[in-house]
């Protein structure tokens, strides 16, 4: 199934999520982010943040590469 997604990371918070989902998009690869109860990540309950997390999902094929970027990018020094 060539338009089959699968969730590569999970993010407490909707910030660190967005920040991976660009990454992801400048490499030109297509993700979504996903969260069980949307919404819940803006409300002033940081425990509500860790208990739903927002989920980073890409394509099963591009999921490889994805994970590498992010990977890459993480370890690059600022």
């Known amino acids: 199934m060539d338009n089959e997604v699968v969730v590569i ?3 407490s918070t ?3 999520a967005s920040v991976a ?4 998009d400048r490499a030109g690869i297509h993700s979504l ?4 109860d949307a919404g819940a990540e803006r409300l002033p309950q940081p425990h509500l943040q860790l208990s739903h997390g927002i989920g980073l ?3 099963v094929r591009d999921a490889e590469t994805a ?4 990977t890459m990018g ?3 020094p600022e």
């Open 9 to 11: 990371r999970t993010f």
């Open 14 to 16: 909707e910030l660190e």
């Open 21 to 24: 989902k660009a990454e992801l």
């Open 33 to 36: 982010l996903l969260s069980s």
């Open 57 to 59: 999902a890409v394509l």
């Open 67 to 70: 994970e590498a970027i992010l």
């Open 74 to 76: 993480r370890s690059e």
